[in-house]
């Protein structure tokens, strides 16, 4: 029979070990949680400030812009300092990158964009491998600019560049075809899901290239639709602490289509993330 010094010397022990344990392996919450706007596009159509005000409001300290609403670079950063929003990021259209792309980088450095991305692909131009070897070219041209300029580009990933053209992964294609140092990637969560891919072996592949997450979840449903984060069917635990260890900054949650108010939405996925630990 084990006697109570033995015990209490056992139990000591063992809270040592468990105490290093915790020290040798943090855990972390998320210090800024950041939105991407097209998640509110209806209601920043309408109420572009008073929308603003509310995704602050839910504790939001980060938005992603997709569009300025027809305000001067220099009205938007006035309205971001008055809520006490931050916008480190921006999506930029494909045709806008090719054709006036110092544009965007001037209202970059006036709203305070730390990186740029490209969001999407049109069918048309999505066709082939050439139409990605031509994307890359304009890519690695666009990163040039923006590293001249401060700042940083990154591409934006769906599922149809998981899917292979002629033998070939697009998205594999472009990471493989532009610079490392200019072009990084923004990697959707919910669209790797939907294409069967996994991101964990994406943030393995390319350390320290995947800059920002777009936190986004998938229900328990064969269709697999859009739904607040934490009620869906995505390991953000594992995700995160994976992203934690390889380089990424920004964590936007998008969710593409609402049930009902966007607004409720985003509360209910930042009230998720708040307390995710990882």
């Not at 943090?26 to 596009?41: D, H, K, S």
């Not at 839910?58 to 300092?81: C, D, H, M, S, W």
């Not at 031509?134 to 899917?163: M, P, V």
Request: proline share 4%; aromatic share 10%.
């Amino acid at each position: 029979m084990i006697n109570r010094r033995k015990f209490l010397e056992t139990a000591t022990s063992g809270a040592i070990s468990a105490w290093a344990l915790t020290k040798t392996r943090p855990i972390t919450r998320l210090e800024t949680i950041g939105v991407q706007l097209y998640t509110v596009r209806d209601d920043m159509d309408k109420d572009f400030e008073g929308t603003l005000q509310k995704v602050a409001s839910l504790g939001y300290k980060q938005v992603e812009f997709a569009g300025y609403y027809n305000r001067t670079p220099e009205q938007v950063k006035e309205i971001l300092n008055r809520f006490g929003l931050e916008a480190p990021s921006a999506h930029i259209p494909l045709k806008v990158i090719q054709e006036n792309f110092e544009q965007s980088i001037e209202a970059a450095k006036i709203i305070g964009h730390k990186l740029l991305v490209c969001p999407y692909l049109d069918a048309n131009d999505r066709k082939t491998i050439d139409n990605y070897k031509s994307h890359a070219a304009t890519f690695n041209k666009a990163g040039e600019s923006c590293k001249k300029a401060g700042i940083e580009f990154a591409y934006h990933n769906h599922d149809f560049e998981l899917a292979a053209i002629d033998g070939t992964v697009p998205l594999d294609f472009l990471l493989a075809e532009t610079d490392k140092n200019l072009v990084k990637l923004e990697l959707d969560l919910y669209w790797m899901k939907k294409a069967n891919a996994n991101s964990l072996a994406y943030l393995a592949k390319h350390p320290k290239r995947i800059i920002a997450f777009h936190v986004k979840d998938m229900d328990n449903t064969p269709k697999m639709y859009f739904t607040e984060v934490g009620r869906g069917i995505i390991n953000f635990k594992e995700i995160f602490a994976q992203g934690k260890n390889t380089g990424v900054k920004y964590y936007f949650v998008e969710q593409d289509q609402c049930p009902g108010s966007p607004i409720d939405s985003l509360k209910i996925s930042i009230e998720y993330l708040k307390q995710l630990e990882f």
